[in-house]
């Protein structure tokens, strides 16, 4: 079946410093989805992107989906505190549905001050 | 406008009682999900609803996960019985079908402890 997998599964880093997670499909993707779920809380939508080779940001967060379409990649710019949480992301099913998402197992981002 | 709500937020209960966890939709929403959470395995569907039908039910784990959708704005999730291999967190989550996006919106979750 399809498998979305994620690296590296913890990152910790100095307050500043920069962050990259990566996800890989084992399918070709429509589109692709990134998610934060802050400790205790529940995943929130970030962004999708849609085309091959998309690049989006929103302030410190850069994303990318690959030429492929089977990768993508979230970068973080300087970090802070408030960027702690677990990052996901998530592809619709191949086959199926297109509302039916597969998460990747996240990445767990902690930043010490 | 509120968004995904669901009930209790925290459940203790012991090994071979039921548990019926509930959840509200964002309204206008015609898509529903129930998701567990655990660390070992990660976020996994569990069913989806569409215009309160169950359409892909292959995620509940066994015959002792039931789901019911009776109208657009309620649903549930039982277990019964339930085991302690049971506790997780589970998240219900809504969206428009056909809508641009696919965009899911969670709700707060509940967290399932069974001793």
């Known amino acids: 079946g399809q498998q979305v997998m994620q690296i590296p599964q913890y990152q910790h880093v100095q307050e500043g410093e920069d962050f990259t997670t990566y996800c890989n499909s084992s399918?070709?993707?429509?589109?692709i989805q990134w998610y934060k779920q802050r400790p205790g809380g529940h995943p929130v939508f970030l962004i999708q992107?849609?085309?091959?080779?998309e690049v989006k940001k929103q302030k410190r967060l850069t994303f990318q989906f690959g030429e492929a379409k089977k990768n993508s990649s979230l970068h973080i710019t300087a970090t802070q505190t408030t960027d702690v949480g677990t990052y996901f992301c998530?592809?619709?099913?191949?086959?199926?549905?297109?509302?039916?998402?597969?998460f990747g197992k996240g990445t767990l981002l902690t930043v010490n001050p | 406008d509120a968004g995904v709500i669901q009930s209790p937020r925290h459940e203790v209960t012991e090994m071979g009682q039921e548990v019926t966890l509930r959840c509200k939709p964002i309204s206008g929403h015609n898509s529903l999900f129930w998701y567990r959470q655990t660390m070992m395995r990660g976020l996994e569907l569990l069913i989806y609803f569409n215009n309160n039908v169950p359409i892909d039910d292959s995620g509940m784990p066994e015959d002792r996960f039931s789901a019911k959708m009776p109208n657009a704005s309620f649903s549930t999730l039982k277990i019964q019985p339930s085991e302690p291999r049971d506790s997780a967190v589970y998240f219900c989550?809504?969206?428009?079908?056909?809508?641009?996006?696919?965009?899911?919106?969670f709700g707060p979750g509940t967290r399932l402890t069974v001793l």
């Open positions: 399918t070709t993707l429509s589109n």
């Open positions: 989550a809504s969206n428009i079908q056909g809508h641009q996006t696919d965009t899911q919106y």
């Open positions: 998530a592809g619709p099913r191949s086959g199926g549905s297109n509302y039916k998402l597969t």
């Open positions: 992107l849609v085309k091959s080779g």
